[in-house]
């Protein structure tokens, strides 16, 4: 793995503002999942996560969700900019004015919490294009205060050059930014990132689709709000029609 990330780039791959990327194996796996917001979030030990198609995810940390997916594609977006292993600094303000989170005091919090949680994670990916187990952090160092616990004008945050292993081109996917911050977290969101993926997205089941989003519903009621999730993401012009027939779910995307 070392001679692999040596011979790598030290940035990571291009995209254009309009848009946010993120690896394939993430994206077809339920580490961002879309449970319930009320329900506590688990603190994960070497939990094996669900993933379609080919590989294996094991996490370790507390329960990921929609929101820290948000949070981790933008922050992706300005660690492109710099070598991964330096420092990105950022202002709070404008960091949540990109997520398009409300200005106040409480999406500060909810951001440094984020942050925080993703620094506490360790990942381990395998799938046919990796030569072997990648295991990372989403984030290696995270500092909103100063020693004095005063709060820093500019966070600051470091992702650790390992990432480039999971940032591959080919297996990349680039979504549009505006269309995704502005889907509610939530079964909708989870499933844009997921189709995003697949140019020609294949039928999947329903209780596949629901082990994707991570979700402890029951069937009957994931089947309801899967079908409002479709007709959110139809509403947004990311897909032209969807089906559900014999619990298999068939979609068309627009673009």
């Not at 194996?25 to 996560?49: G, H, P, T, V």
């Not at 303000?93 to 925080?116: A, E, H, T």
Request: proline share 4%; with cysteine; charged share 30%.
């Amino acid at each position: 793995m070392l001679e692999s990330l040596v011979a790598r780039p030290k940035y990571l791959p291009e995209w254009p503002d309009t848009q946010r990327a993120m690896p394939n194996e993430i994206l077809r796996s339920a580490l961002f999942n879309c449970r319930n917001r009320n329900q506590a979030r688990l603190f994960m030990k070497d939990a094996e996560i669900a993933v379609i198609g080919d590989g294996q995810v094991i996490y370790r940390g507390e329960e990921l969700r929609q929101d820290d997916e948000l949070v981790w594609l933008h922050l992706m977006h300005l660690a492109k900019k710099t070598h991964l292993g330096d420092c990105i600094d950022f202002t709070p303000y404008s960091f949540i004015k990109m997520l398009g989170w409300p200005i106040k005091g409480q999406s500060y919090d909810r951001l440094r919490v984020c942050l925080s949680r993703m620094q506490a994670t360790a990942i381990r990916f395998q799938s046919k294009r990796l030569d072997t187990f990648i295991s990372v952090s989403l984030i290696l160092k995270f500092r909103s205060r100063n020693d004095n616990n005063e709060n820093l004008s500019r966070w600051e945050v470091w992702v650790g050059e390992e990432m480039r292993l999971l940032f591959d081109e080919e297996f990349l996917t680039r979504v549009n930014w505006e269309t995704r911050r502005a889907l509610p977290d939530g079964i909708a969101s989870k499933l844009f990132g997921y189709w995003s993926s697949h140019r020609k997205p294949f039928p999947v089941k329903a209780e596949t689709l629901i082990k994707l989003c991570g979700s402890e519903m029951e069937l009957r009621h994931f089947r309801i709000e899967l079908r409002k999730a479709l007709d959110v993401l139809v509403k947004v012009s990311f897909l032209e029609s969807w089906e559900v027939k014999d619990d298999l779910v068939t979609v068309a995307r627009r673009h």
